[in-house]
């Protein structure tokens, strides 16, 4: 069953590659009646070379991916979900700069499962080598951030359940 919130509402569903941001993502906005867009779609070309090659992207390489990010969910009146790692505070706070309302669901779990997630996939630019250097620039979020935060480990069932009844409440 689908459920429309009141308001407009903006969801960054972040974490490092493998947490299942682009399957929660889509999850969350299908059951809160929202579009979903996967910010990797948002990235430009050279940033998608340089991951396909194997190489971490700097903070230089991600300033406009993340202006493109912001863009999209200030400009989405009736709410939107975008998958978007968002690891460190100032991605974060760049994204809110665009879009002050933004929401972030953190999608965490341990070096284990999510390099076991990343061998199992294929298909996806993002090398499962690049792994340790997301998680070395993961920055918790702060108390100060509007945020949710759920462990993978759990059923993708429950992680949605939750997302939704977090974001509701």
């Known amino acids: 069953m689908t459920k429309t919130l009141p308001h407009a509402t903006k969801i960054v569903v972040m974490g490092?590659?493998?947490?299942?941001?682009?399957?929660?993502?889509?999850?969350?906005?299908?059951?809160?009646?929202?579009?979903?867009?996967?910010g990797d779609?948002?990235?430009?070309?050279?940033?998608?070379?340089?991951?396909?090659?194997?190489?971490?992207?700097?903070?230089?390489d991600r300033a406009p991916w993340l202006a493109f990010v912001g863009q999209e969910l200030a400009g989405a009146g009736n709410g939107l979900v975008v998958a978007c790692s968002a690891l460190k505070r100032s991605y974060r706070d760049a994204i809110r700069h665009q879009a002050p309302d933004t929401v972030f669901v953190h999608l965490d779990g341990s070096r284990d499962i999510l390099s076991t997630r990343l061998e199992g996939r294929s298909g996806h630019f993002m090398p499962a080598g690049l792994l340790d250097s997301q998680l070395a620039i993961?920055?918790?979020?702060?108390?100060?951030?509007?945020?949710?935060?759920?462990?993978?480990?759990?059923?993708?069932?429950?992680l949605v359940s939750a997302a939704v009844v977090r974001l509701e409440s």
């Open 41 to 60: 779609s948002l990235h430009p070309v050279e940033n998608v070379a340089k991951m396909a090659a194997g190489t971490p992207l700097n903070d230089a």
């Open 16 to 38: 490092v590659s493998g947490c299942g941001k682009t399957t929660i993502g889509a999850l969350i906005a299908h059951e809160l009646g929202l579009k979903f867009t996967d």
């Open 138 to 158: 993961l920055e918790p979020l702060g108390a100060d951030e509007a945020c949710v935060v759920l462990d993978i480990s759990a059923p993708v069932d429950a």
